[in-house]
């Protein structure tokens, strides 16, 4: 008899619930659009901004290839080279230089080169060499700072002539369907917005990581190269 008097109530709730409404389930279920469509919807401005993202992947991943030790010059090699001048023999680490064709090598063979000039000539060509290597290898990662910042101007751009065509098309219909019509002009608009910085923030990392393997290179080098400094005065001395 207490099990009845509880599971009544309960009972007659389940009972008088109201079925759920299909057309607004399916109305819900309408406005989760797949990306294709948000892209397609985004208007013509979507292209220059889809341009923009097949740049930005195309450039990290060549620069990514390019900035790999085994093409700017690995440890090894500079360990190789000192190795070489230490032991007194420079013209095979001239021959190891030659063979090597990196960053690294141009920059240890200018100074190999000039081994007998004075200390402070020697030292200002290598500077120059080595920082007309780096203003190189930084000048190549501009395509993706521009990415950076170009893609969201175009989402900017997009914006505002989704809203010029909300308005203009609100103007036409007079005061029927306000809603729709603005509704659907600001859909357009925030599409390009969120594409253009969805382009925007992964061009900007991939930017300052490969930067970042370009400092490390620099750093790395000046270490090599004063340890050769050193090998060859040794091997003067």
Known sequence: ???????????????????????????????????????????????????????????????????????????????????????????????????????????????????????????KVVEDIAAGEMLQLGAKLRPLFLVFLIAPLLGLLGTVWGMIEAFSSLAAKGAQDNAEVIAAGIYQALSTTAAGLAVAIPSVVAYYWLRGRVEAFGIRTEGIYRDLEEASRGARA
Do not use: H, Y
């Open 1 to 123: 008899m207490m099990l009845t008097l509880l599971f009544d109530p309960m009972l007659s709730t389940l009972v008088e619930a109201p079925a759920a409404d299909p057309a607004a389930t399916a109305q819900g279920e309408a406005g989760l659009e797949s990306l294709f469509e948000l892209l397609v919807n985004g208007g013509p401005m979507m292209i220059p901004i889809a341009i923009c993202s097949i740049i930005t992947v195309g450039f990290t991943v060549e620069r990514w290839m390019r900035m790999r030790p085994a093409f700017l010059g690995p440890r090894r090699f500079g360990d190789q080279v000192v190795s070489s001048v230490r032991d007194g023999d420079v013209d095979g680490a001239l021959a190891l230089c030659s063979k090597s064709r990196s960053p690294l090598s141009r920059i240890l063979s200018a100074g190999l080169k000039r081994v007998d000039w004075p200390f402070l000539e020697r030292e």
